[in-house]
């Protein structure tokens, strides 16, 4: 990976989601965020007809290995340069563009939600 100059994370996301490996959006190895994905998966009990939302889903991992595990699958991204790259690669997950702070989800609407390498990201404001 280059060493790219930008003057925030979204840039710097953005940038990501734009390159050759979608892989890329994750900001770790393939394999890290496989590992780290499926570890949580196992670890919760999910209820076949639960909502789950990774805020901060990176390159879709984790969504794409609960396909099946849950009813309804959400993704929460911070661009929609991510937002569009991911929408064909995890199948019947509803991604959505948002910030950590203000997920576009109302009230009550999700049983799950993962926020994983994401909190350094919130403002302290």
């Known amino acids: 990976m280059s060493v790219i100059r930008v003057n925030n994370f979204i840039d710097a996301y953005r940038l990501r989601a734009q390159g050759a490996d979608v892989h890329a959006m994750a900001a ?17 009990q999910l209820e076949p ?3 789950l939302v990774d805020v901060g889903c990176g390159d879709g991992c984790l969504l794409r290995l609960a396909a099946g595990r849950v009813s309804h699958r959400v993704g929460v991204v911070p661009n929609a340069e991510e937002k569009l790259r991911l929408e064909p690669i995890v ?3 509803a991604i959505l563009q948002g910030l950590c702070q203000q997920v576009p989800l109302a009230s009550a609407s999700a049983d799950l939600i993962i926020c994983n390498a994401v909190f350094m990201y919130l403002s302290s404001a």
């Open 49 to 51: 007809s639960a909502t």
């Open 28 to 44: 770790r190895h393939k394999e890290g965020t496989a590992f780290i994905s499926q570890y949580i998966l196992n670890t919760l």
């Open 91 to 93: 199948e019947g997950a």
